[in-house]
């Protein structure tokens, strides 16, 4: 019979994750287990064990993080010991008790190699091994998977459940060679105050917009950045300003990427439309795809931090798991599970992209058109001042708001140029990423090219449907620059956001370009010299050209189901 303190535990748990019913079993943790690494360094664990008769089938749980292992960051691993597995959570080095220095990504895949042979080690291991975890803790599982199943498969994960992650940070970081500013100095704010255990201003950090933050998004050049958010230098932050090529070994020594394919494991996925890494995790789900082995996966009406993402998150987890370690019959229709935006719905796909699939050619017109005929020429002009930067209006974040917002007003100012396609006769879903080649001329060395797809509806609102940024002219940029014609203009190439969507009929499609989202984005200071040291900022005039030779168009990847 539980104990008030167990049904206290249960009260809590059901009220930090939206919608979750705790599971049957009361729990026991063990604080502090001392895990050595194989420079002697201990790292500090939670076992949070089930209580009762778990089923002795299921597989013990390794979760790897930096946020700590109290608290909410630990309502996921208290809900699957609820559910009968023995699960370990490990803080990673530097953070939270554990000793060393946190230096993010870099020691992940020893630490997590050592972490693995030792769970395998003792008397509470149920002999199969899993791990878990969202963003940072999916990552740790990527650090590890690939190189274990290659190297030493008798240690390497059973299975991986990945939410809302990638095994590349240095790719979002620098996102086609634009710095995702407002995610990395936020975070490093973040980590810095946990670091330092300046608790409360973590706390009051998440609760209000942060002053000093959104100062130091101004700050430049971005190596004052760190010290403008927290009063002092944080030294990876300086390491990913500093580092603006990703072919840098800086980057490449933390990169997973390649051994993506290298995972025979079983493999469950789940993320939203809205996540900051969903281009990348549906790329790491094709990769496995392509090798023959595809992940089971879930894209809901999520961004990175959505309360309403936890329940699914924990059931279906429970569910791969007990499916493939305790003969449970599947509950899954189909392999993915993905939420038609425009149309909410939720759709069972035996892949994704899904079957039926085909692109479609919308060109830009100079008189702010989007249509299938072919422009006849014409160019498009709008100046971008990086004193008066085009801002963020949406978008994925780190923030608990990453759904889709009315662009109407963000699209009255003018260095946003819109192109706008007739009220559809009939819907239209696109399934995929849109990509969009863009001919482009600057004034400046460097610049960005912003592209945004929206949902004109007829009442007026322009809703964000999905976006993608590229960097030319960069100090990362040289290798894949595409070469200007005679009049200096660039085909330039954009991969928007992954996207599933229905527009309506009456609704028109609309798209976006910019040459900034800031501080989504830092600012271009339109030179092309080394963004950690770049202070002085230029203004640009830029072009879009509408000549039919080489035409700026959107190709859409449209499903007819």
Same mark, same amino acid.
């Given at each position: 019979?539980?104990?008030?303190?167990?049904?206290?535990?249960?009260?809590?748990?059901?009220?930090?994750?939206?919608?979750?019913?705790?599971?049957?079993?009361?729990?026991?943790?063990?604080?502090?287990?001392?895990?050595?690494?194989?420079?002697?360094?201990?790292?500090?664990?939670?076992?949070?064990?089930?209580?009762?008769?778990?089923?002795?089938?299921?597989?013990?749980?390794?979760?790897?993080?930096?946020?700590?292992?109290?608290?909410?960051?630990?309502?996921?691993?208290?809900?699957?010991?609820?559910?009968?597995?023995?699960?370990?959570?490990?803080?990673?080095?530097?953070?939270?008790?554990?000793?060393?220095?946190?230096?993010?990504?870099?020691?992940?895949?020893?630490?997590?190699?050592?972490?693995?042979?030792?769970?395998?080690?003792?008397?509470?291991?149920?002999?199969?091994?899993?791990?878990?975890?969202?963003?940072?803790?999916?990552?740790?599982?990527?650090?590890?998977?690939?190189?274990?199943?290659?190297?030493?498969?008798?240690?390497?994960?059973?299975?991986?459940?990945?939410?809302?992650?990638?095994?590349?940070?240095?790719?979002?970081?620098?996102?086609?060679?634009?710095?995702?500013?407002?995610?990395?100095?936020?975070?490093?704010?973040?980590?810095?105050?946990?670091?330092?255990?300046?608790?409360?201003?973590?706390?009051?950090?998440?609760?209000?917009?942060?002053?000093?933050?959104?100062?130091?998004?101004?700050?430049?050049?971005?190596?004052?950045?760190?010290?403008?958010?927290?009063?002092?230098?944080?030294?990876?932050?300086?390491?990913?300003?500093?580092?603006?090529?990703?072919?840098?070994?800086?980057?490449?020594?933390?990169?997973?990427?390649?051994?993506?394919?290298?995972?025979?494991?079983?493999?469950?996925?789940?993320?939203?439309?809205?996540?900051?890494?969903?281009?990348?995790?549906?790329?790491?789900?094709?990769?496995?795809?392509?090798?023959?082995?595809?992940?089971?996966?879930?894209?809901?009406?999520?961004?990175?931090?959505?309360?309403?993402?936890?329940?699914?998150?924990?059931?279906?987890?429970?569910?791969?798991?007990? $499916?493939?370690? +305790? &003969?449970?019959?599947?509950? !899954?229709?189909? #392999?993915?599970?993905?939420?038609? %935006?425009? /149309?909410?719905?939720?759709?069972?796909?035996?892949?994704?992209?899904?079957?039926?699939?085909?692109?479609?050619?919308?060109?830009?017109?100079?008189?702010?058109?989007?249509?299938?005929?072919?422009?006849?020429?014409?160019?498009?002009?709008?100046?971008?001042?990086?004193?008066?930067?085009?801002?963020?209006?949406?978008?994925?974040?780190?923030?608990?708001?990453?759904?889709?917002?009315?662009?109407?007003?963000? $699209?009255?100012? +003018? &260095?946003?140029?819109?192109? !706008?396609?007739? #009220?559809?006769?009939?819907?239209? %879903?696109? /399934?995929?990423?849109?990509?969009?080649?863009?001919?482009?001329?600057?004034?400046?060395?460097?610049?960005?090219?912003?592209?945004?797809?929206?949902?004109?509806?007829?009442?007026?609102?322009?809703?964000?449907?999905?976006?993608?940024?590229?960097?030319?002219?960069?100090?990362?940029?040289?290798?894949?620059?595409?070469?200007?014609?005679?009049?200096?203009?660039?085909?330039?190439?954009?991969?928007?956001?992954?996207?599933?969507?229905?527009?309506?009929?009456?609704? !028109?499609?609309?798209?976006?370009?910019?040459?900034?989202?800031?501080?989504?984005?830092?600012?271009?200071?339109?030179?092309?010299?080394?963004?950690?040291?770049?202070?002085?900022?230029?203004?640009?005039?830029?072009?879009?050209?509408?000549?039919?030779?080489?035409?700026?168009?959107?190709?859409?990847?449209?499903?007819?189901?």
């Amino acid at each position: 019979m539980s104990t008030p303190r167990q049904r206290l535990s249960r009260w809590i748990q059901a009220r930090i994750i939206t919608g979750l019913v705790p599971g049957p079993h009361d729990i026991a943790v063990r604080k502090n287990l001392r895990v050595p690494m194989d420079d002697g360094v201990e790292l500090l664990a939670d076992l949070i064990t089930p209580i009762g008769n778990p089923d002795p089938r299921l597989p013990t749980i390794v979760i790897r993080g930096p946020y700590g292992r109290s608290g909410p960051v630990a309502g996921h691993a208290r809900a699957l010991a609820r559910e009968g597995f023995p699960v370990l959570f490990q803080s990673c080095r530097g953070t939270w008790g554990s000793r060393g220095v946190f230096t993010p990504q870099i020691d992940e895949q020893r630490d997590g190699i050592a972490t693995h042979r030792w769970v395998r080690e003792q008397d509470w291991c149920t002999g199969p091994v899993v791990t878990f975890g969202a963003s940072y803790m999916g990552f740790t599982q990527w650090a590890v998977a690939g190189k274990l199943q290659k190297e030493n498969p008798d240690i390497a994960p059973d299975a991986l459940c990945l939410v809302v992650t990638m095994p590349d940070f240095g790719a979002i970081t620098w996102d086609n060679a634009a710095f995702a500013l407002r995610n990395a100095l936020g975070w490093t704010q973040m980590m810095d105050r946990m670091i330092h255990r300046e608790l409360l201003a973590l706390v009051l950090g998440q609760l209000r917009p942060d002053r000093k933050l959104r100062k130091a998004f101004d700050v430049l050049p971005l190596s004052g950045g760190d010290v403008a958010a927290n009063g002092r230098t944080v030294h990876w932050y300086q390491d990913w300003v500093e580092h603006e090529r990703l072919t840098d070994e800086y980057w490449t020594q933390q990169s997973h990427t390649a051994s993506v394919p290298d995972v025979t494991a079983p493999v469950y996925m789940i993320t939203g439309w809205y996540d900051i890494f969903l281009p990348w995790q549906l790329r790491n789900y094709a990769q496995l795809a392509e090798a023959g082995r595809p992940p089971r996966l879930t894209v809901g009406p999520w961004g990175h931090l959505t309360r309403d993402m936890g329940a699914p998150m924990v059931a279906e987890t429970v569910e791969f798991l007990t $499916e493939h370690f +305790a &003969d449970a019959p599947s509950k !899954r229709v189909a #392999p993915v599970r993905a939420y038609l %935006t425009g /149309a909410e719905q939720w759709h069972d796909l035996q892949t994704w992209p899904p079957s039926g699939t085909a692109s479609e050619t919308l060109y830009l017109h100079a008189a702010r058109k989007l249509g299938p005929d072919c422009p006849e020429g014409g160019i498009t002009s709008y100046v971008y001042d990086p004193a008066d930067p085009t801002p963020a209006v949406g978008g994925p974040s780190l923030g608990p708001t990453s759904s889709p917002v009315d662009n109407a007003a963000h $699209e009255r100012r +003018a &260095d946003v140029t819109v192109f !706008r396609g007739e #009220p559809l006769t009939t819907p239209v %879903t696109v /399934a995929g990423e849109p990509v969009a080649r863009i001919s482009f001329r600057s004034s400046q060395p460097s610049a960005d090219i912003f592209v945004r797809i929206c949902d004109l509806h007829p009442d007026g609102r322009s809703m964000t449907v999905c976006d993608g940024i590229r960097r030319i002219g960069g100090i990362a940029t040289t290798e894949t620059d595409p070469a200007p014609d005679a009049d200096g203009f660039r085909d330039i190439e954009v991969r928007l956001w992954p996207t599933f969507h229905r527009f309506a009929a009456g609704h !028109r499609i609309s798209v976006q370009i910019s040459s900034g989202a800031h501080p989504r984005y830092a600012r271009n200071p339109g030179s092309g010299e080394p963004a950690a040291t770049a202070a002085t900022i230029h203004s640009a005039t830029q072009e879009i050209s509408h000549a039919a030779v080489s035409p700026s168009r959107i190709d859409l990847p449209v499903w007819f189901s």
